[in-house]
Structure formats: C-alpha cells, structure tokens
C-alpha cells in the first residue's frame, strides 16, 4: 500500500490505532510506515550499533553487525580485548569460549536455524509476504504499563533437537507509537506454547531517517546503545572463522 502524501498515512495510522477493527495487515503497514518507510529500510544494507551491556556492576562496550546478506557478529571488549562472542558468515555461525578463548563452531543444527534468518534484514516484517510469513492478531493487551496490539509472525519451520518445528515470534505493537515495544519468540512446551527470550525495546532515536530502539532489555540484561551507523564498510574478516582452527 503506498500513499502519495505522508500526512495523509499518519492520520490513518491514528484511525487503525483508535478503531476497534484493527488487522494485523494494518498495524504492520503502520509499524513500517512510521520506523522510516519501506523504501528506505529496503535501502538499508547494514548496520553496526556501538552499545554496552551492564554485567556484574560494569559497563561493558560492544559491537553489534547486521548485514543485508544475513552476516551478523556481536564484539565485547573485556579489559581491552575484543572477543567475538557471537558470529555467522553467511555458512558458518561461531563462538568463542570465554574460558579459554578459543574460536568454536556452533552446532549444524543452530547454524542451519540462524541461515533461516538471513532476509529478516532489518526486519522481518519487510516483505513478510514474498516471504511466506503469515501474521495473526492475537488482540490488545498489556505490556509492562502499555496498551498493546499483540501480533504473531508465522516463519519457516526450524528444527529442535532433530524435531521440525513451527517457528514463531510475537510482537507487542505501541497503540499509540504503532512501534514494537517487545517482542519473543514462541516454544511448544508439553503441547503448550510459551514465550521466551523476551526483549523490551524503547528510547526510539532516529537515525538517518530510521527509527531505531535504543535501550533494549533482553533476558533481563540492559543493552544501552550509544550510536548506531548506517551502511558502514564492514570488514569481512569480522564474520569469518579464524582459519587457524582446526575446528
């Protein structure tokens, strides 16, 4: 759906917003059009955001990269040495072992969930359909002291322990922002589903024409973001698993 003029979007976002009949087709479009558009965020092709993270009474500085093609790493500096705690290439997803600093190779079956991933750039509701992702409206709530639309994003299938298996997330949708202030994904657990690894997002920022969170909460953890940089050259060698392992 593309309108010719902005404004006129805005006032039908706040309709959606005030209506009793909400789809989940609307207030995605709304969420897309208010974060920046769609054609900038199709124009995204990276981002490396400089945070830190609070543990055990100190700040520690990190680096989080997302790429178009699905490459992401996530660098924390401890005492001045930075550690790739988390990386994928595109084919190879690796870790280091913070005891012994050694680079490892994630399992196959993790690394062929997070290859599941790589169009979810920067979002995964950014042409969820040609995707074949399905939404479901699961009805206003609460979220922490907010009214919320709360939506499900249906996936491709992932697999768990050998087991396939369906793969959701579920996104806590601002009323009044039409902005994701939270989101989980979605586990069966003795038949029941459940929400885990869940994330509070807020402290929205625009950068270059993009609304991006800037304090996120996640497993209870703080990460308060400082800057974040729009299609930096990145280094390949940041995603790439040391060839000197024999891993």
Known sequence: MKYAYPHIFIILCFLISTSQAQTAEEIVDCYLEKSGGIENLKALKATKINASIKSE???IPLEIYNTRSGKQAVIININGESITQFAFDGEIMWTTDMLT??????????????????????????????????????????????RAHKIRLIQEPIFINGQ??????????????????????????????????ESRLS????VSGLLFPFTVIESGQKIKIKNIVLNHEIDPAIFTFPTNQSN
Request: proline residues 5%.
């Open 164 to 197: 396939e298996q369906e793969s959701f997330l579920v996104y806590y949708f601002d009323k009044k922002t039409s902005l994701p202030i939270g989101k989980a994904s979605e586990i069966t657990v003795d038949g029941q589903l459940q929400e885990v690894n």
């Open 101 to 146: 600093g050694i680079p490892e190779k994630g399992l196959q079956e993790v690394t062929e969930n997070i290859k599941l991933t790589a169009n979810d750039f920067p979002t995964p509701f950014l042409n969820y359909r040609e995707k074949g992702y399905t939404l479901e409206y699961l009805g206003e709530t609460k979220f922490d002291k907010d």
């Open 57 to 59: 009474g100190r700040e």
């Open 203 to 206: 402290n929205y920022k625009e």
